[in-house]
Each structure stands twice: as C-alpha cells, then as structure tokens.
C-alpha cells in the first residue's frame, strides 16, 4: 500500500477526546508547523490561538529546541533512571527548580499531566505515612477541576462527563469543594472577579465531615483551564492556603495550564502570590516538543520521604520508564533557556491588557453571556443551544460550530463547551490577537 493511502485510512487511530465518527467524516489535520501558525496538508495556514492545546508557548518548531532534540538523540536516545542517571536529566530538574516557587526544589519527572497529578497524589500520602500520620490519605479536589484522565486525577477532577462511566471505580476517599463559576455575581469580570473567596470555606465544612487526621491534601488548578477558564476569585487562594495550613493539609496546585508564563509569570505561585506545597507542571514545560511532565515539591517534604526509609532501600516506589527522557529533558533545556533569554513570561504579561480589551470588546454580542482573562487567557462563554425535540441542539453545539467556523477561517481556538478559549503561543503580536478575536467574534455572530 501506497504511504498516501495509509496516511488518508483514518479509522485505526482511535483519536482521544474526539467525536471520531464526526471528525473521520470532515477531518481537520495539520501537517507542518512554524511560529504562530501552522500549515494544513493542502498548504492553508491557520494561526495558532491555543498554542497547540495550551503547550506550545514559544511557538512552533523553534530552531534552538529542534536542534537540542536532534543533538541529544543522536548523542543519547534513552537511558533509564531507574538507578542510573544522565546529565540532562539533573541539568532540566536544576533549571526547574532554579524558577519553581521558593523551597519547591525537588523535581520528579513523568510524561504527561494526568501522570503528574497521580504522583502529586501519592508523593502527598507517601509524605503524611512517612511522619506518622498514615491516616491522612483522603484527598480533596473541586467540581470542575481536570487533573488529567488516570484514575487519581479523574477521582478528584470534577468533570461529569469524565466521570460518569467510571462512577464505580473511582479512587476511594475523595471529595469535592464546589466550583468556583458564579455567574449571577461576576459575569464579564477583567482578571480576578471580586465575588466567591467564600467558596473556599467549604473546606472547612468537609473538614469539619472527614476530620483533618484523615486528609492528605486539596488539590486545584489556580486557574481551571480545561473546564472554561475559571479564574480565582479574589482571596480565593489565600483562603484554601489558610485552611490547609490551619488543618495540616498539604496543598497541591496543578499547574499544568498555568505554568511557564500563561499567567504572565513563571507560575501561579509568582501571579496570585500563594505557595502550594507540591506543584504538577507539564504543558509548555519543553514546549511540548517531547511528552513531558513533573511535580514539584517542597524540600522538607522530599527530605521527609527519602529519609523515613534506611538507606539502600527505595524511598518512593514509583516512576515511569521514561522519567526523565533525554529527548524531554533535551527539549526541556533548550525550552527553559529560551523562555530566559527571550523574556517570554514577561512578554505574556505585557499583552494581558491587550488581550483583556481584545476579548471584552465581543461584550454584547448575541449569544455571548461571559467574558474572562487572566494573563496570557481569554475565554468567551456562550448560552448553550436549548435542546431540540429532535434530539439537535444542546450544550456544547454552539461552542463546537464557532471552533470549526474559525478553523475554516484559518484560526485555531479551543472550544469547551460553549466556552472559547484563547490562549496563544507567548510570541503572539497584537495584530494577530486582533485576527483571532475577529474571527471568533464573525463566527459567533454566524451561528444559531
Ligand atoms: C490542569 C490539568 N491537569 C492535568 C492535565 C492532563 O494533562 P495530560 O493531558 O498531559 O495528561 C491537564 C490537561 O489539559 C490539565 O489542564
């Protein structure tokens, strides 16, 4: 068989997250990539608003980081970190830690969110057993909040959708503060809105319903990406932070949307000023160039784990094959130095005000009922489509029509939902945050 024709067979890949009957009927692909836009096989550009899917913060195929991958795996293709060690892996955890929040300065590697939420996770119970307090293994996560699709991550998240087949299994001893969406109060916010620090009391309730000797730890994104750009409310944070020092309850940040400058900073911790204890990273960390993921953690917690155990003995019974790839570690350092040198995370800040204006400008368009930003993000929230008699209609019909009309109109955005979100490679000009807010705003605008 000719390669045309396998590449044009799209039945055997299973595509993840994707409606495949759909999308196998009217396939949208991409063959090439550069800067601020990629390139359909037929040679259409399309400008990046998403950064690929929130990752590729220094936009396409950088030259420095093509070459560190090609450099590393011509010199070193795989080595294993199962007690053996190569120099780029220690180099990639130095230069994380060296931007991580203070005292956050031991790295473990995984290869994607999902894997680094799971192991925030039981590097947190692993943490309590190690100073004597076994009983503290219930975790807490928020509805709303994705942490990825292993089974950890998806116990704590609060997507229904995610959950719904897996109601059974879910991982025993979790439980869930409300979202943090107040729509009533805080609709058309500019950064944080001013309502909803008082959500994060409810900690206190599940507090007060479990007892703190049986939780571990509260894990949330600072900001939820994944389910429609839900920005902290103001004194949110600082709340849930309050809470969990009060109770002795570890709290994890997962920064896999939120880190390397989409908050105009290196990470949350920089932007909101409240320090988690351990903190997932994954998205842009190499610019998305190899999978990759990591968790950050404080030292004492590290030192806490390693040491309970004699030496000779492994402290940690976890890790992946590829926990510290060369290629991703490769990728990684040639991304960190870049983020530097080009003062990317600074440059994302400079452009959240003109994002915010680009965005809030499609106020009072028809079907529009939410606009939020917070650094390098924007979302725009329609009204779902009501449900028709004939089955048509229906929550996230709008939002998936916008998406395709923009991508015909050469502009990639995300939809979750009815919710667009935008959310551009940090190199993005203004003239292109103009095109993609144009685009979205005809898009919208041509849809029932
Ligand atoms: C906050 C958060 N955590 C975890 C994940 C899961 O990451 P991955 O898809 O790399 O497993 C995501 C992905 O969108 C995310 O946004």
Redesign the pocket.
Known sequence: MDMTDVAQDLAAFWMPFTPNQQFKKAPRLLAEARGMYYKTPDGREILDGVAG??CVAAGHCRTEIVKAVQDQVARLDFAPTFNMGHPVAFEAANRLAAITPPGLNRIFFTN??????DTAMKIALAYHRARGEATRTRIIGRERG????NFG?MSVGGIPGNRKMYSASMAPGVDHLRHTHDLARNAFSKGQPAHGAEFADELERLITLHDASNIAAVIV?PMA??AGVLVPPKGYLEKLRALCDKHGILLIF?E??TGFGRMGTAFSYDKFKVKPDLM?M??AINNATVPM?AVAVRQDIHDTVVGATAEGTIEFMHGYTYSGHPLACAAANATLALYERDRLFDRAASLEGYLENAAHALKGSKHVIDIRNIGLVAAIEMEPRPLGKDGTGGPGKRGYEVFTRCFAKGVLVRATGDTIAISPPLIVEKEQIDRILATVAEAIKAVD
């Open positions: 899917l929130w994607s969110g999902s894997e680094s939420a994705y942490h990825g699709v991550g994104e990406g994944s997962d896999v949307i997932t994954a998205k993921g």
